[in-house]
């Protein structure tokens, strides 16, 4: 069955960095979409950033983020090691939540095809003051 396991949360000061990464396994297909998703305190769960990576070359891959992420954040997938990665630069007190990742097999990789998934990770927590 599918497991998701976060890591590399922890607090830091505003203008910092973080990098969260996911080790996925127990999925079946290579073209899946996977992301990352938060939640805030007394708020509700909202997306960050998917990307979609499909069979064919290693290297072939969509991804999106939110506004909020643009610019700042990086999602990545190595696919050889079933690692979806989220670095994230320029951290400001608004991006302190619990972070999720989050699976899906399929092509129409949105934020919100995604959201619905069953596969979610245990969280970890990212604080910036």
């Known amino acids: 069955h599918v497991q998701l396991v976060e890591s590399g949360g922890g607090s830091v000061h505003s203008g910092g960095s973080l990098r969260l990464s996911c080790a996925a396994s127990?999925?079946?297909?290579?073209?899946?979409?996977m992301g990352w998703f938060r939640q805030a305190a007394g708020k509700e769960r909202e997306a960050v950033a998917t990307i979609y990576t499909g069979s064919g070359a290693p290297t072939a891959s969509s991804s999106w983020y939110a506004d909020s992420a643009k610019g700042r954040f990086t999602i990545a997938r190595d696919n050889n090691k079933n690692t979806l990665s989220l670095q994230m630069d320029s951290l400001k007190p608004e991006d302190t939540a619990i972070y999720y990742c989050a699976t899906r097999p399929i092509s129409a990789c949105t934020f919100e095809t995604l959201g619905r998934t069953n596969y979610w990770g245990q969280g970890t927590q990212v604080t910036v003051s």
């Open positions: 127990g999925l079946s297909d290579s073209s899946v979409c």
